[in-house]
């Protein structure tokens, strides 16, 4: 059965808007969990825009289901992560003007850095995992430099329009699963998805964990944490 990594950055983002305490991830994360999250996703930013330092060190002492850390390939970040020992890293591309992370990392441009960079934190027992497009050739790649997992984006599936754009996008998704199966590689997925489009993805079979954060969050808004996590967790598990 696949499982639900909820993202708590927006609550972050929220407590930044203000630059204050409140509202606290830690307490996000623990109330996610309490509603049966498997894990936890968190982004600590080279800008430090939301997550800081201090919410990556208390709630590797609070979670206490997994804790997924999204993370530029830095020296900095690689060094946080062997101090934290998150159970998985997630490495996404950055850049400091977008408003969240759009297009995958570019695992060809960037093997030699990765490769080295993914031994050290599998050498620690970090699981690994590769926030890529859906592209065969970044997949090999992905295989190539040692990753455990890879994490498909949704983006461009998510902002499809039109049955047909859904459809093809859909099914590059579906190419792109199988090709990682061959290689041995773990499937993740995420970015963009809601309680509605995340209905067809749910049909294919193999993807192991959903990283979702900004239809959750919107909906605790309004409806609070616990319940926009079950209704999410309802729709992944039945
Ligand atoms: N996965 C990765 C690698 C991401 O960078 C993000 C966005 O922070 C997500 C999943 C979650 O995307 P969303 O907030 O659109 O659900």
Same mark, same amino acid.
Do not use: F, W
């Given at each position: 059965?696949? $499982?639900?990594?909820?993202n !708590?950055d927006?609550?972050?983002?929220? @407590?930044?808007?203000?630059?204050?305490? %409140?509202? =606290?991830?830690?307490?996000?994360?623990? +109330?996610? /969990?309490?509603?049966?999250? =498997?894990?936890?996703t968190l982004h600590l930013r /080279?800008?430090? @825009?939301?997550i #800081? =330092?201090?919410?990556? /060190?208390?709630?590797?002492?609070?979670? *206490?289901?997994?804790?997924n850390l999204e993370m530029a390939?830095?020296?900095?970040?690689?060094?946080?992560?062997?101090?934290?020992?998150? %159970?998985?890293v997630t490495l996404v591309? /950055?850049?400091?003007?977008?408003?969240?992370t759009?297009?995958?990392?570019?695992?060809?441009?960037?093997?030699?850095?990765?490769?080295?960079?993914?031994? +050290?934190? *599998?050498?620690?027992?970090?699981?690994?995992?590769?926030f890529?497009?859906?592209?065969?050739?970044?997949?090999?790649?992905?295989? $190539?430099?040692?990753?455990?997992? !890879?994490e498909?984006?949704?983006?461009?599936?998510?902002?499809?329009?039109?049955?047909?754009?859904?459809?093809? #996008?859909?099914?590059?998704?579906?190419?792109?699963?199988?090709?990682?199966?061959?290689?041995?590689?773990?499937?993740?997925?995420?970015?963009?998805?809601?309680? @509605?489009?995340? +209905?067809?993805?749910?049909?294919?079979?193999?993807?192991? %964990?959903?990283n979702?954060?900004?239809?959750? !969050?919107?909906?605790?808004?309004?409806?609070? !944490?616990?319940?926009?996590?079950? =209704?999410? +967790?309802?729709?992944? *598990?039945?």
């Open positions: 059965m696949a $499982k639900l990594s909820v !708590i927006h609550i972050a983002t929220i @407590r930044q808007a203000r630059g204050g305490a %409140e509202p =606290d991830p830690v307490a996000a994360a623990a +109330l996610a /969990e309490l509603a049966g999250a =498997d894990g936890i /080279e800008d430090r @825009r939301h #800081q =330092d201090r919410d990556v /060190e208390v709630l590797r002492k609070t979670i *206490k289901t997994r804790m390939l830095t020296d900095e970040m690689v060094a946080i992560a062997l101090k934290t020992l998150p %159970e998985t591309p /950055e850049g400091r003007h977008e408003l969240t759009e297009g995958g990392l570019d695992v060809i441009l960037l093997q030699s850095s990765l490769k080295q960079k993914i031994a +050290l934190m *599998k050498q620690a027992g970090i699981v690994v995992s590769l890529i497009e859906p592209d065969l050739e970044q997949i090999k790649a992905s295989h $190539k430099v040692g990753a455990d997992y !890879i498909i984006h949704t983006g461009m599936y998510c902002e499809a329009k039109g049955t047909s754009e859904r459809n093809e #996008q859909l099914r590059r998704i579906e190419l792109g699963m199988s090709a990682a199966r061959k290689l041995g590689l773990g499937i993740n997925a995420g970015h963009g998805l809601d309680y @509605r489009n995340i +209905l067809p993805v749910l049909k294919l079979p193999g993807i192991e %964990e959903y979702i954060g900004h239809s959750i !969050i919107s909906r605790a808004s309004l409806v609070g !944490i616990d319940r926009a996590v079950r =209704d999410m +967790l309802t729709l992944i *598990k039945g």
